[in-house]
């Protein structure tokens, strides 16, 4: 049993306490006590807040960021470089730049990860002798940052609607869908869900771009069966709604509600440009809607309808994605900062929402509902802000501070699970880590 005492602490509502006795035994909160002296307790100094979920992360992409800013180009110009990287990595070199990305959102204030996965197989597509070996480095590099992971392995099939996997896009696909469901469950048995558990594998549909309208179901199905987070990319792109009525006559939304793939525990990541027709589907099916705000200004997708999407009775969740920045207080605010340039106006949401959105909504999410709020029966992950950096400093021990004011750098200290994984002194060990994993990914080209 252990008692941390909170000089301030974000408890549920978004409601802020002073001195606040938070007792954990076995991984788990087990009293939350506002209005407390530190006496022997352990010390937080500063705003304690939920572990945050960060809902969309392709670990690898770490590797470009800096990379891939020079010239012009869209989306796609940076999909080539990101298909350059891809085509480079192993499972060791994917592990070891995995782990240091991890340790990177560990230190952010990150406890649990969804990983879009979808780099399975051997160059040229060949699977591995462990055909799961990928996955597997992903799991192992989790653990060792100390971030719990939902890993969604993903189906990808096509190079585009009607359009076969070329090229890097072979270590991607499985084939079929039914080749894809055999090694999903391969994994699947290998990490069985158990409660407190901190490894759950779940399943994604790339994009309708990637996945075949017959294919949707099965991945859908094999999700549901097993009562497992699914995961899609949704309409980041105007060349993908376009596609997709060409070839079906219908949205990709559209699409993706007629192969069974809404519901409560889909997320749908970026949903950028969409109409009001699909708005309305994935809100009235409780469908999660995961927003990678700085992703998709770095590669200038636009912005989507957060607000609406949440109003028609959607969650909203947030990513880092393409990890662009790694940095889970920016994320929120940009949901907030962008619905402002989008409408000309201002306070869409409170701090407390947007708090909800990075903390308990996004776990929930990832399969992982007993953790993201300060309160009994919680998990015990905690992370502490310092109130007094060169950037929070008067802005007082408010939720607003920790959304408008705070940055990665002002994380302190992360505990999951009642364990310490991340602390300030870390960052230095990190940044070297990120280096040298980079630098390796690239040399084997
Ligand atoms: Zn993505």
New binding site residues.
Partial sequence: VTTYWCEYALLENGWVANGVNVTVENGVITSVLPGQEAGTSIRLAGLTIPGLANC???AF?RGLRGRTQRGKGSFWTWRDQMYVLAENLDPDSYQALARAVYREMAAAGVTSVGE?HYLHHGPGGKPYGDPNVMGEALVTAAREAGLRIALLDTCYLAAGIGAEAAGVQLRFSDGDADRWSKRAEMLAAAWPAEPQGDILVGAAVHSVRAVPRDALPVVAGWAEARARPLHV?LS?QVAENDACQTAYGCSPTELLAEGSVLGERTSV??ATHLSDRDIGLLGASGTVACF?PT?ERDLGDGIGPARALQAAGSPLTL?S??HAVIDPFEEMRALELDERLASQRRGHWSAAELLAAGTSDGHASLGFPDAGRIAVGARADLVTLDLRSPRTAGSGPEAETAVFSASASDVVQVIRDGRVIATRDDHEVIGRELEAAIAAAWREA
Avoid: I, K, R
């Fill in positions: 969309h992360s392709h992409h879009f990319h980041e990541v970026h990678c992703t990513g994605d393409s």
